[in-house]
């Protein structure tokens, strides 16, 4: 029988830049370990003939007690990706980001336009045109119905993009939870999210100590706000998420649209047992 791989524990499947920012956080985790870019191992043909062994190599770190994994978003959609996952890795934990299609599209379509993949008069009708593949990378429902024949629930977290957005802790937290690491860890660029305690007045301190504590406090205030825009010198995906929610699709391509995605939502909101159909309008 085939020794299974243990090395790997944790494989995200994200599509977009909630995704992407997700992932970003999550590295920051000191028991995670986990490339910036995927390597595609699973998904391409050419790079899985290199081997186990040179796929493994990329996880091979000096330091104890480190959970490996890696975010793709090509595992998503494959289907050989799902066989080999499972072969390899039958005990790894996988988390997934998903979001109303319409939505993701949306996204797609402005981080085209900021990155000048497509030219400014290029309608979103168009550039579904010219990109037909991007309509299959949405499909949520059946990609996911693949990895549930194999993962169950509690070995598969489902988490929204939107809902990442709106409460990055929450998520966060329910991620490390679901990866088994601390899930108290706060990432610094985050940390300014963080409530802060109401002092007890019977353990104020004095002038001088409270002057220290509010020192103390601003340096650290200033830092994570420097740090933050060090962090994001590229546009903030809640800009763009933001940005997406404005922009309006023709009434052509908006029922289009509709109608392609419709069963596709009606089977995810039966696999995670959630109305997405009446979330998303569909």
Sequence with gaps: M????????FFGLGVGSLAKQLHGYLRLHPEIFSPETSTNFFSETKVYQKGIDWYESNFLINKSGVKCGELSENYLGCLMSVSLIVRNYPSARLFVVIDDPLLAIK????????KQIIKSEISPTQF????PEILRKFCFGKHLTQYFSFYSHNDLLVLVATEISDDPLKNLSNL????EIDSNFVPSVLK??????EEDPKKRGGFIKRSIKFIIKFIKKT??????????QKERPDTILLEAKNLVFSPELEKFLRDYYREDVRVLSSLLHRNFTEEWGF
Excluded: D
């Design 223 to 232: 830092y994570a706000n420097l740090l933050k825009k060090v962090k994001t």
């Design 192 to 197: 300014h999210l963080v409530p802060e305690e």
């Design 107 to 114: 996204i797609m379509y402005i981080e085209a336009l900021k």
């Design 2 to 9: 085939r020794a299974r791989k243990t090395l790997l524990s």
């Design 176 to 179: 490390y939870k679901h990866l």
């Design 128 to 131: 579904l045109k010219q990109h």
